[in-house]
């Protein structure tokens, strides 16, 4: 379920499929000079990152092996399923072994439990996308960050695959200066902000005799 949702994240952002064999999908962009390459590939256990190099090149497409641009531009998802979250302590070394790796293709390792592909069985790309945008999955997510949710799947994968581009509605941002104004005021700090915002540097000296005066006074009270 989760090759099929990458497949599909890959596709919507402008990947075709060249080639597939049993456990491994190939895909290329192409924008204008710009080519990249992505290649989607089932673990069935953690190789060591010569050996998955070895593999990865072993089954490549001709076309791509003669590209130029295919070792310096291509992702590597490997997709990994463990029975419980807990057995990831065992293979962590592995894991960061293989996504540290420079040689070839820039590798992440997406791993998953039994219990979090059983909460996206029936999700698609677009369902995916709904999820993280989800304010209350959000919430609860980072009261509980170790469940297995459908949030915590979504996450994983935006956060493991950085390339994919957060959905997000240009209504719901908030502009820096207003987050700002509302952190401030809800510390009590107005006055102070107030203060540092008719910070220059002719009046620096004043307006840092008046941050000290207005401490004293709030200590004084």
């Not at 190939?26 to 000079?33: A, D, P, T, V």
């Not at 992505?38 to 060591?48: E, G, K, P, V, Y």
């Not at 070839?104 to 439990?113: A, G, R, T």
């Not at 307006?207 to 004293?216: A, H, P, S, V, Y």
């Given at each position: 379920?989760?090759?099929k949702i990458i497949d599909e994240a890959l596709i919507a952002h402008g990947f075709k499929k060249e080639n597939v064999n049993e456990v491994t999908s190939?895909?290329?962009?192409?924008?204008?000079?710009e080519i990249r390459f992505?290649?989607?590939?089932?673990?069935?256990?953690?190789?060591?990152p010569a050996e998955l190099n070895t593999a990865i090149n072993k089954s490549a497409p001709s076309a791509f092996l003669g590209h130029p641009a295919f070792k310096k531009n291509c992702d590597l998802i490997c997709i990994h399923r463990l029975n419980k979250l807990a057995e990831f302590k065992n293979y962590e070394e592995q894991i960061f072994a293989i996504e540290e790796d420079p040689h070839?293709?820039?590798?992440?390792?997406?791993?998953?439990?039994d219990t979090e592909e059983e909460a996206i069985k029936t999700y698609t790309y677009d369902d995916l996308k709904a999820t993280i945008s989800d304010k209350s999955q959000f919430n609860s997510y980072k009261n509980d960050p170790l469940a297995a949710t459908q949030y915590s799947v979504a996450a994983?994968?935006?956060?493991?695959l950085p390339f994919l581009e957060l959905p997000f509605k240009?209504?719901?941002?908030?502009?820096?200066?207003l987050q700002a104004n509302e952190a401030v005021a809800e510390a009590g700090l107005d006055t102070t902000y107030s203060t540092i915002q008719r910070l220059t540097p002719k009046n620096?000296?004043?307006?840092?005799?008046?941050?000290?005066?207005?401490?004293?006074?709030?200590?004084?009270?």
């Open positions: 379920m989760i090759n190939f895909y290329i962009r192409e924008s204008g000079s992505a290649i989607l590939h089932q673990l069935s256990t953690l190789l060591t070839f293709f820039k590798k992440y390792i997406l791993y998953y439990s994983k994968i935006y956060i493991k240009r209504s719901d941002l908030v502009s820096l200066r620096i000296d004043e307006l840092m005799k008046e941050l000290i005066g207005n401490e004293l006074e709030n200590n004084a009270n």
